[in-house]
């Protein structure tokens, strides 16, 4: 069975970092782009940063140097690193995987974990 699980979010001050993890299981994981989405209530959910499954990555003008992403195949792992945490960054995170490229609309994705909380407030 499928399965995609995302952790490591929380409640954080603003300027701080941390890091999520997306641990996935039922598909291979080289074979698939994975891709960082975020959504706020009433939102548009937001491409954040994707990975390919070459190592390549595309990331949003709103997280510009700010975000890094990496994949451990071998462990079945993806993490989104996070710097210099501002208060808009405050929302859902989903990390989901992708056979087509990181290129693809939110419909394209295959698969979707249920998405952790990421909170930025002082």
């Known amino acids: 069975q499928v399965q995609i699980v995302e952790s490591g979010g929380g409640l954080m001050q603003p300027g701080g970092s941390l890091r999520l993890s997306c641990v996935v299981s039922g598909f291979t994981l080289d074979a698939y782009a994975i891709g960082w989405w975020r959504q706020v209530p009433g939102k548009e959910r937001e491409a954040v940063i994707c990975i390919s499954s070459r190592g390549s990555t595309i990331y949003a003008d709103s997280v510009k140097g700010r975000v890094a992403i990496s994949r451990d195949n071998a462990k079945n792992t993806v993490y989104l690193q996070m710097n210099s945490l501002k208060r808009d960054d405050t929302a859902i995170y989903y990390c989901?995987?992708?056979?087509?490229?990181?290129?693809?609309?939110?419909?394209?994705?295959?698969?979707w974990g249920q998405g952790t909380q990421v909170t930025v407030s002082s």
């Open positions: 989901a995987a992708t056979q087509i490229s990181c290129g693809s609309s939110f419909y394209e994705y295959d698969y």
